[in-house]
Every structure is written in structure tokens, then in C-alpha cells.
């Protein structure tokens, strides 16, 4: 229970301390970047659009990726924030890249810059071996969003390395680990499949000290999979994951998470699940030093206060819909 007050106050703290985020900056009109392969756009390739933007850029940068699969190893770097990458439907517009063997280094694609959104593409490290890991999307700047996105891999796919971040209807695939890192992330109606071959984790998540306001929190979730997995395992000794209104299939396993075979942890890591439901829910043959959550307990896990989500979320997801339309209005100066 303590652990549970400590997790609340943190995350109370920064909800009412956070200013609003930039908003005099955000609110500009956003300067549109096409990216068409066939060559009718601004650029070929969606790493020269970014290349594009100005250091330190104040004015929002909306970058429309045309249908395609793009073969690219793309960073944004820290020094580009409010930048979107948006493709128009998810399957269509393909980012892709088979590398391994470094958690940093393979990323498919890299995110280091804050207010960052990524909508409706398809990011995918194609390379699957089990126990060598090889990211699709990492994730590091702060205030970061994706919407209706594509995230697919094996091992480590989803590197939710630091920062405050919003996923919301994303479909997210992989085996050992595929969502890990120490990010403070809501994941917000999003899919998660297993692809379990030997062992598969969903979660492992990062958290190293009391001290840090980090963790997992999947809301109105859904799991499928292949043969059995657990919902995660601590990679970080205080790691914290909490699963509410989540479907669970029969892929999950009874006994629910893990230790990764250091029981010192099962004091110290925060494992929590409410009212989720489905064949993988029952939460009676769950290990000991995990828990449910009372209602009460849950009311925080129910919004987007716990990544100050009122000072930031809503105007930018806002923001985005509005260029969106306004390009959708306006389509007509490229065929």
C-alpha cells in the first residue's frame, strides 16, 4: 500500500505542477512537408524531410508521407521538436529496416525530440531471432504522441526509453520484451500481440528508484497472441506496470508476471490489474507480490493525469487534427 500512495503522489505531483505545454508555439500555423517517392513531392525520403527542418524550430512542422515503403533509418533529433510524421492510412505507409544487435543502435526509427507526433504509419524491424534484440521505434524526447500507428518487431520493439508519452490505437507485436524502457507512457486502446516462439514478456519496464515518476499504465487495452506469455517481467527493480480494463486472452499465463529470477524484486516492483477481463484475466492463481487494484486505487489510472496529460494531450492531438483537416481541404496543389 505504500508503494501504491508513493505512486499517486508522484504522479499527482506532476500533473499540477507541469505548465502547459508551449502552447504559444504550438498554436502557429504548421509548415507542411510532402514526401512522395515518386518524386511529386518536397523530398523522396522522410529523413531528408526532417533534415529539413530548422534547429531549434518554434513553428510546428507537419511532415505527409505519401503511400510507400520506405527503406530509411530515421532519427529526429533532440534539437527539432514539434514536428508530426503522418501518413494517411497506417498499412500503406511503411518504414522499415532489418537491423540488430544493439538495444540503441538498431532502431528502426528514433525519436529524441519532444512534442513529436507520429500518425497512422507502419514502423517495423523485420529482423526476428530470439534473444538478440532489434528495436523498431525508440523513444526519448518528452511529450510524445502516437496515434493509429504500426509497431511491429520481435525483441525489445518498442524502446519506451524516457519522457512523458501518449500511444492511442496502436497496434504493437513482438516476442521477448517488446515493450520496455523507463518512459512514464499511457497506452491508450492499443493492441498487443505475442508472437511467443520460447518466451514471451510483453512488458519490461525500467525503474530503478522510488525516486523516479516513470511506469506503464495500459488503459482499455487488448491482448492476443501465439501460444503463452506473461504481462511482463522487471528490468528495472522498482519496474511498474499496471493493466486496467485490459482483454486478456488465454495467451497470458495464470501466474500473470515474472521476476526474471531475482526474487529481491518481488518486494520492490509495482504489478497492478483492474477490472480487466477475458479467459487471461483471472487473477486467482496470479503470483503473491502482485495485486488488483480498488476502485479507489484506480481512479488516477482512469485518465491522463499521471503524464500531466491536461497540460499537453489535448492540444496537441487538437493541433494535429486541425492541419490535418486543413491539408484533407486543401489537397489539390499536389496530385
Same mark, same amino acid.
Given at each position: 500500500?505504500?508503494?501504491?500512495?508513493?505512486?499517486?503522489?508522484?504522479?499527482?505531483?506532476?500533473?499540477?505542477?507541469?505548465?502547459?505545454?508551449?502552447?504559444?508555439?504550438?498554436?502557429?500555423?504548421?509548415?507542411?512537408?510532402?514526401?512522395?517517392?515518386? #518524386?511529386?513531392?518536397?523530398?523522396?525520403?522522410?529523413?531528408?524531410?526532417?533534415?529539413?527542418?530548422?534547429?531549434?524550430?518554434?513553428?510546428?512542422?507537419?511532415?505527409?508521407?505519401?503511400?510507400?515503403?520506405?527503406?530509411?533509418?530515421?532519427?529526429?533529433p533532440e534539437d527539432?521538436?514539434?514536428?508530426?510524421?503522418?501518413?494517411?492510412?497506417?498499412?500503406?505507409?511503411?518504414?522499415?529496416?532489418?537491423?540488430?544487435?544493439?538495444?540503441?543502435?538498431?532502431?528502426?526509427?528514433?525519436?529524441?525530440?519532444?512534442?513529436?507526433?507520429?500518425?497512422?504509419?507502419?514502423?517495423?524491424?523485420?529482423? =526476428?531471432?530470439?534473444?538478440i534484440q532489434a528495436?523498431?521505434?525508440?523513444?526519448?524526447?518528452?511529450?510524445?504522441?502516437?496515434?493509429?500507428?504500426?509497431? &511491429?518487431?520481435?525483441?525489445?520493439?518498442?524502446?519506451?526509453?524516457?519522457?512523458?508519452?501518449?500511444?492511442?490505437?496502436?497496434?504493437?507485436?513482438?516476442?521477448?520484451?517488446?515493450?520496455?524502457?523507463?518512459?512514464?507512457?499511457?497506452?491508450?486502446?492499443?493492441? &498487443?500481440?505475442?508472437?511467443?516462439?520460447?518466451?514471451?514478456?510483453?512488458?519490461?519496464?525500467?525503474?530503478?528508484?522510488?525516486?523516479?515518476?516513470?511506469?506503464?499504465?495500459?488503459?482499455?487495452?487488448?491482448?492476443?497472441?501465439?501460444?503463452t506469455a506473461i504481462?511482463? =517481467?522487471?528490468?528495472?527493480?522498482?519496474?511498474?506496470?499496471?493493466?486496467?480494463?485490459?482483454?486478456?486472452?488465454?495467451?497470458?499465463?495464470?501466474?500473470?508476471?515474472?521476476?526474471?529470477?531475482?526474487?529481491?524484486?518481488?518486494?520492490?516492483?509495482?504489478?497492478?490489474?483492474?477490472?480487466?477481463?477475458?479467459? #487471461?484475466?483471472?487473477?486467482?492463481?496470479?503470483?503473491?507480490?502482485?495485486?488488483?487494484?480498488?476502485?479507489?486505487?484506480?481512479?488516477?489510472?482512469?485518465?491522463?493525469?499521471?503524464?500531466?496529460?491536461?497540460?499537453?494531450?489535448?492540444?496537441?492531438?487538437?493541433?494535429?487534427?486541425?492541419?490535418?483537416?486543413?491539408?484533407?481541404?486543401?489537397?489539390?496543389?499536389?496530385?
Amino acid at each position: 500500500m505504500a508503494a501504491f500512495i508513493f505512486f499517486v503522489t508522484m504522479f499527482t505531483l506532476m500533473a499540477s505542477t507541469t505548465p502547459r505545454a508551449d502552447a504559444a508555439e504550438t498554436s502557429a500555423a504548421a509548415v507542411v512537408i510532402r514526401v512522395d517517392q515518386s #518524386g511529386k513531392g518536397d523530398y523522396k525520403k522522410i529523413q531528408d524531410a526532417i533534415d529539413a527542418v530548422p534547429s531549434n524550430n518554434k513553428q510546428p512542422f507537419f511532415i505527409l508521407v505519401k503511400p510507400g515503403i520506405y527503406n530509411e533509418k530515421i532519427i529526429v533529433p533532440e534539437d527539432k521538436p514539434f514536428i508530426t510524421v503522418s501518413g494517411s492510412k497506417t498499412n500503406s505507409t511503411v518504414i522499415t529496416r532489418n537491423d540488430s544487435g544493439n538495444i540503441i543502435e538498431s532502431a528502426t526509427f528514433t525519436v529524441l525530440a519532444s512534442n513529436f507526433v507520429g500518425q497512422y504509419i507502419t514502423i517495423k524491424n523485420t529482423f =526476428r531471432y530470439h534473444g538478440i534484440q532489434a528495436v523498431a521505434l525508440r523513444v526519448s524526447g518528452d511529450k510524445v504522441v502516437f496515434l493509429g500507428c504500426k509497431i &511491429l518487431g520481435y525483441q525489445d520493439t518498442l524502446l519506451d526509453e524516457n519522457g512523458r508519452h501518449y500511444f492511442r490505437g496502436c497496434y504493437i507485436e513482438g516476442a521477448v520484451d517488446f515493450i520496455c524502457g523507463n518512459a512514464a507512457s499511457l497506452f491508450e486502446r492499443c493492441h &498487443l500481440h505475442t508472437l511467443s516462439e520460447e518466451f514471451s514478456a510483453i512488458t519490461a519496464q525500467q525503474r530503478g528508484s522510488l525516486t523516479e515518476e516513470t511506469g506503464f499504465i495500459f488503459l482499455g487495452c487488448k491482448i492476443t497472441g501465439e501460444r503463452t506469455a506473461i504481462l511482463g =517481467r522487471p528490468w528495472g527493480s522498482y519496474s511498474r506496470v499496471i493493466f486496467v480494463l485490459t482483454y486478456m486472452s488465454n495467451v497470458i499465463l495464470p501466474r500473470g508476471w515474472d521476476d526474471w529470477g531475482d526474487a529481491t524484486k518481488q518486494s520492490t516492483v509495482f504489478y497492478r490489474e483492474y477490472k480487466c477481463y477475458g479467459p #487471461g484475466a483471472n487473477t486467482s492463481k496470479r503470483v503473491e507480490w502482485s495485486q488488483k487494484l480498488t476502485a479507489e486505487e484506480a481512479k488516477i489510472f482512469l485518465t491522463k493525469n499521471m503524464i500531466s496529460g491536461k497540460s499537453w494531450i489535448r492540444s496537441t492531438l487538437k493541433h494535429v487534427k486541425k492541419v490535418s483537416t486543413a491539408i484533407s481541404n486543401n489537397s489539390t496543389g499536389h496530385s
